[in-house]
């Protein structure tokens, strides 16, 4: 029946999401959400809405929440962006601000999303390879391009580049938007919004899903000048008014008071993360040096792919790389303590 496919419908290679097991006893770190519930204040503000006022629109604009992250960032509500996940900000950015006439730059190990959404918008686009250490070389972007995009921490890898780096390419491309994902950038990295009111030419993406544990509510922003969040406005409000639904809108605000609940979640990670990372270099893994909720490890000795499935057999589930130069690596999310500890073990008997 493909005969009545439009022409770009035949040529879409869609983004294929990890695994979601319909079974609940697995240690699920295959698609980095966290381990922990969101803040009570979240499940109470949707309590609220979750009755008479469902019948109602939400807020179009979304004042609420955007306030909220706002002063939560010391910035203007002008300054923010919301929509349905950041994969939804991003996909509005890709078309708004980074369709120009040179292609767009992105590293050639990173999120596997940026290419669907250039072959959505018809977008050309260069990979820009990373160094030995899966590092992003600065000097490797001073190419004519359309914009710039990257996640800080990079994905899968965990690598975090530095403020003083992304300095570097919003200077060297002052006419061309950098757009800067920090989906995972709560667990140790130095967030670029800080840059926001220098850098016309910055925008800053980021997700409710990974540090305040929202991956089901599908709740994403991006912050940047008012020029360039005016422009994804424009996209958003010629494809849907209604940015997010009313219980996001809700929850996703009461999340952002919760700043102890916030910081204590993402220091817990943190400090697991470190024990896992211990714990796998003792057993001979390489291990990238991470600011994610993620560890990305290799064994010098074992297949990614064996112990992959050797862990699912120990129903743990983690995710491999069909793909050169990483296909030898583990991603692996990082669970609760007990999850750790049963992943080191299971590891033990592998390795
Ligand atoms: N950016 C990166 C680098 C990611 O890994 C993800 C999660 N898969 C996203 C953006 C999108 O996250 P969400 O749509 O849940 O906000």
């Not at 800080?194 to 599908?218: D, F, H, I």
């Not at 297949?303 to 057999?313: F, H, T």
């Not at 296909?327 to 008997?349: F, P, S, V």
């Amino acid at each position: 029946m493909s005969q009545y496919w439009s022409r770009l419908v035949h040529s879409l290679t869609p983004y294929v999401p990890g695994e979601q097991p319909k079974v609940d006893n697995l240690i699920k770190l295959n698609t980095n959400e966290n381990p922990y519930p969101p803040s009570p204040q979240v499940l109470q503000a949707i309590a609220e809405q979750n009755n008479e006022k469902l019948r109602l629109y939400p807020d179009p604009n979304s004042d609420l929440l955007k306030q909220a992250i706002a002063n939560y960032h010391g910035l203007n509500s002008t300054q923010v962006f919301v929509g349905n996940g950041s994969d939804e900000v991003l996909a509005h950015a890709f078309q708004a601000l980074l369709k120009q006439d040179a292609p767009l730059l992105f590293p050639d190990i990173t999120y596997s999303f940026y290419p669907v959404y250039c072959g959505l918008y018809g977008i050309e686009y260069n990979n820009v390879p990373l160094n030995a250490e899966f590092a992003i070389e600065v000097e490797d972007y001073q190419q004519k391009c359309g914009g710039i995009i990257f996640p800080n921490p990079n994905a899968p890898t965990g690598r975090l580049l530095p403020l003083s780096a992304i300095k570097q390419l919003l200077e060297m491309h002052p006419n061309r938007v950098v757009l800067v994902d920090e989906a995972y950038i709560d667990f140790g990295g130095e967030s670029a919004i800080c840059l926001v009111n220098e850098y016309p030419n910055l925008l800053v993406s980021q997700t409710l899903s990974k540090s305040r544990s929202l991956a089901g509510m599908r709740v994403g922003f991006a912050v940047g000048q008012a020029h360039l969040i005016d422009a994804l406005e424009r996209v958003k409000n010629s494809f849907n008014s209604y940015p997010i639904d009313r219980l996001a809108l809700y929850g996703a605000t009461a999340s952002f008071a919760d700043e102890e609940y916030f910081q204590d979640a993402c220091q817990k990670i943190i400090n697991t993360r470190e024990t896992l990372t211990a714990a796998m270099t003792d057993m001979g893994f390489k291990v990238i040096p991470s600011a994610a909720n993620f560890v990305f490890a290799t064994h010098p000795q074992k297949s990614a792919e064996e112990l992959a499935l050797a862990l699912r057999e120990r129903k743990i589930i983690v995710r491999y790389f069909n793909k050169p130069r990483i296909d030898q690596y583990l991603r692996i999310t990082i669970g609760t303590d007990a999850e750790n500890q049963a992943l080191i073990n299971a590891l033990k008997t592998l390795t």
